[in-house]
């Protein structure tokens, strides 16, 4: 039996036990709400991760019987969490969106080193893995509801997006996030079906969830994860260990034939999955996805090495959106680009380089063959089911942006964690030193100080700040008439959320954004509250000079004061980072249409905007209005 196992005749420590309900209480409730999609989700699962490392790392400093040392895996990540850290505190242009993307990785690497070192024993990770699929089989329900019941039917009373309707995102807000979540496991449910030895009653049981999982996928109607799965099944045969060539061929082989005869039955029988492929070839590839990896790219040419900075991707994008392309990205939809473009090569190769490092560790390991005898989780048939699975989840993230899914972070994480666990022997049992424990116990104390006093009020900031921005836009787009109650709670939200975040740049411009939309009363009243709007958008403009939209919020606040010639400057300043953005293109002509003698140039600007965004309404009406207004003599 290898170090990092527990013999079942021992009895599992309440230590142990508690780490994996932690584990499971945090991956049920991320996954559940929205996938940890909105920050006042974030905020309970950051808590639940912080408690649980806290569990982790106090078993190492009160208990004096020997347990295997940390597992070298586990080491291998920290590098690339320190480098992000100063990357956020040296580099990142947008602080508030780097630490915020920093905790992302942080809590994956936390996962990983709890499941890989603080959960050993056989009941606790059963126990996690029944779990996973427990919400894997939820997510399904509820995505078969939301596809035949209700479309638009989303968790916590939210309304599906129109583009998404027709498919199946479950419990999490996007089609392709559910997929992701079933390549994990789909794999190791397929592999249990026929697993060696397996009682009638089991088999009939993992058919079952097979079938549902594999309804689910296809209900998704995901081209990249059926595409990712396919090149897992496919690819994984040549790679695997024992046998000679011609057997891991003729694996592939029929790997292959499964896989094209299973694509070909469900394009026969779904019109919506043949409707997704038939866009591929109609407009021969894809279209938005390109643009966003071609800005990665540029953004990294920018800074290879350090890259742009964490967590300013959407940012930064403006830089090179091109014309009529009017979405706001987020992110690259490719993780490994937009890993590079955040962090340049030298984050890239600290992460990826690690995590090529544990797979090439775990591939060339010997299985255990006294595993093949005991639990069925143990087994090499399992494990490697379950790497499979991680695999196809790889490829996914060439098409998505899974890491930045909460619920998929944490998930995908587990099942490494489970994996190298039983691939890769840790170290032998050691007596914990006075030494060891006082640095267990400074760790602790760090991760307790960081996750209260730091993260959870950064998320609380930003959980703030989303919903009264969220309140605001939602009234913008509809066309209807801002009440100054709503302004008022939505301007109290910003205030509170600066306070508990002074750095967040973001809550600094919708702060200024809704002092602005309070003005409307008398000349001095316009001065007065321009002034207040202007102080808020400084701070924002301090904290983070590369984004436009702070600029904009400033040259607005300076109109209404009457100081023409700054705030102008202020909006060339918004083009210049955003020159193809059609909002920037707009202020700056509403700004020229309040100059009597700059009409024309306020109709070209207003017709540019026009021509990046057809749709946008401001810009038409004041065309418009300018069309109707007399020439100043």
Same mark, same amino acid.
């Given at each position: 039996m290898s170090a990092n196992t527990t013999s079942s005749s021992q009895p599992v420590s309440a230590w142990e036990w508690s780490q994996a309900g932690l584990l499971v209480l945090n991956l049920a409730w991320t996954t559940l709400c929205l996938g940890g999609y909105r920050p006042e989700t974030l905020v309970v699962t950051s808590g639940l991760t912080g408690a649980l490392l806290l569990v982790h790392l106090a078993e190492r400093v009160l208990v004096g019987k020997p347990r295997p040392a940390f597992h070298p895996a586990g080491w291998l990540l920290l590098p690339f969490i320190a480098y992000a850290a100063a990357n956020v505190g040296w580099i990142s242009p947008t602080k508030w969106l780097g630490w915020m993307d920093w905790w992302a990785w942080a809590q994956m690497a936390a996962i990983f080193w709890v499941v890989l070192n603080g959960i050993r024993s056989r009941g606790p990770r059963v126990a996690i893995f029944w779990s996973l699929i427990a919400l894997a089989l939820i997510a399904v329900l509820l995505g078969c509801y939301q596809r035949f019941v209700d479309p638009s039917w989303m968790m916590m009373g939210r309304t599906q997006a129109l583009q998404f309707r027709g498919r199946a995102s479950g419990s999490f807000g996007i089609p392709n996030s559910l997929a992701g979540l079933l390549l994990l496991l789909l794999?190791?449910?397929?592999?249990?079906?026929?697993?060696?030895r397996a009682a009638a009653t089991e088999r009939v049981w993992w058919s079952w969830v097979a079938v549902v999982l594999l309804f689910g996928l296809m209900l998704t109607i995901s081209r990249g994860a059926w595409i990712a799965l396919a090149l897992a099944v496919v690819i994984w045969p040549l790679f695997r260990t024992g046998g000679s060539w011609q057997r891991r061929t003729g694996a592939a082989a029929t790997a292959l034939v499964v896989v094209v005869t299973v694509m070909t039955l469900v394009l026969e029988f779904s019109p919506a999955a043949r409707e997704r492929f038939e866009n591929i070839r109609r407009d021969a590839g894809e279209l938005s996805r390109p643009i966003l990896w071609h800005a990665a790219w540029n953004l990294f040419r920018e800074a290879p090495v350090s890259g742009t900075g964490a967590g300013s991707y959407n940012v930064r994008f403006e830089t090179y959106r091109p014309e009529q392309f009017t979405p706001e990205p987020q992110w690259a939809h490719n993780d490994y680009l937009n890993t590079l473009s955040d962090y340049g090569i030298a984050g890239f190769l600290l992460l990826f380089g690690a995590v090529a490092v544990i797979a090439v560790k775990c591939a060339v390991r010997r299985y255990d063959p006294g595993r093949q005898e005991g639990h069925w989780l143990d087994r090499r048939q399992t494990v490697t089911a379950l790497a499979v699975g991680l695999l196809a989840f790889s490829f996914q993230l060439f098409v998505e942006f899974h890491f930045k899914i909460a619920a998929l972070a944490l998930a995908c994480a587990t099942i490494a964690g489970m994996v190298v666990g039983r691939r890769w022997a840790g170290p032998a049992a050691v007596v914990a030193t006075p030494a060891m424990r006082a640095v267990s116990g400074a760790a602790a104390v760090a991760v307790g100080i960081v996750v209260a006093f730091a993260i959870i009020p950064l998320l609380q900031a930003e959980a703030l700040r989303y919903g009264a921005r969220q309140a605001i836009d939602e009234i913008v787009t509809s066309g209807a008439e801002l009440d100054q109650e709503l302004i008022e709670h939505a301007r109290g939200e910003f205030e509170a959320a600066v306070r508990l975040w002074p750095c967040h740049a973001q809550a600094w411009a919708d702060l200024a954004d809704a002092r602005i939309r309070s003005g409307g009363g008398g000349y001095q009243d316009n001065v007065a509250i321009g002034k207040d709007a202007e102080s808020a958008a400084d701070a924002a403009i301090r904290l983070c000079p590369v984004?436009?939209?702070?600029?904009?919020?400033?040259?607005?606040?300076r109109d209404m004061q009457g100081r023409w010639y700054e705030a102008g400057d202020d909006f060339i300043r918004a083009i210049g980072l955003a020159p193809a953005n059609s909002l920037?293109?707009?202020?700056?002509?509403?700004?020229?249409?309040?100059?009597? +003698?700059?009409? @024309?140039? $306020?109709?070209?600007?207003?017709?540019?905007?026009?021509?990046?965004?057809?749709? +946008?309404?401001? @810009?038409? $009406?004041?065309?418009?209005?300018?069309?109707?207004?007399p020439k100043a003599p």
């Open positions: 794999p190791v449910v397929l592999a249990l079906v026929f697993r060696r984004h436009y939209e702070f600029w904009v919020r400033r040259g607005v606040s920037a293109w707009y202020q700056q002509a509403y700004h020229l249409s309040r100059i009597p +003698n700059q009409r @024309a140039m $306020a109709m070209a600007a207003a017709a540019f905007s026009l021509r990046l965004d057809p749709g +946008n309404r401001s @810009a038409l $009406a004041l065309c418009q209005q300018l069309a109707i207004i």
